[in-house]
């Protein structure tokens, strides 16, 4: 499956962004995807995930009343709308994909984007 982020950008804090991850390949209802997102001398660190097909979602705890993630069968395309940014949101955000793993560590998933970056300003 290849995957393409995008939607990343400069933002005012307490504004908004969507990303959006384009996926293509092989069957995505088998998959499950994930964003991650990771700061300037910091690990990679767990956003959101979602299983394909059927739609059953979860958050870092941290996020959740911030950050929604969503997919779009029909667009084959995964988002995340993300609300109320904080400068502490600034990082390069990822989305990935894994047949077997749905899990919040990033070493265990198989298929990465090329990453989006968001700044958020104070």
């Known amino acids: 499956v290849q995957l393409q982020a995008s939607g990343g950008g400069l933002v005012q804090a307490g504004g908004s962004l969507r990303l959006s991850c384009a996926a293509s390949?092989?069957?995505?209802?088998?998959?499950?995807f994930a964003w991650f997102r990771q700061a300037p001398g910091k690990e990679r660190e767990f956003v959101s995930r979602?299983?394909?097909?059927?739609?059953?979602?979860y958050n870092a705890e941290s996020l959740k009343d911030r950050f929604t993630i969503s997919r779009d069968s029909a667009k084959n395309t995964m988002y995340l709308q993300m609300n109320s940014l904080e400068p502490e949101d600034t990082a390069v955000y990822y989305c990935?994909?894994?047949?077997?793993?749905?899990?919040?560590?990033?070493?265990?998933?198989?298929?990465w984007g090329q990453g989006t970056q968001v700044t958020v300003s104070s």
């Open positions: 979602i299983r394909w097909n059927s739609g059953f979602k």
């Open positions: 990935a994909a894994s047949r077997q793993y749905f899990g919040v560590a990033a070493r265990f998933y198989d298929y």
């Open positions: 390949g092989r069957t995505l209802s088998i998959y499950n």
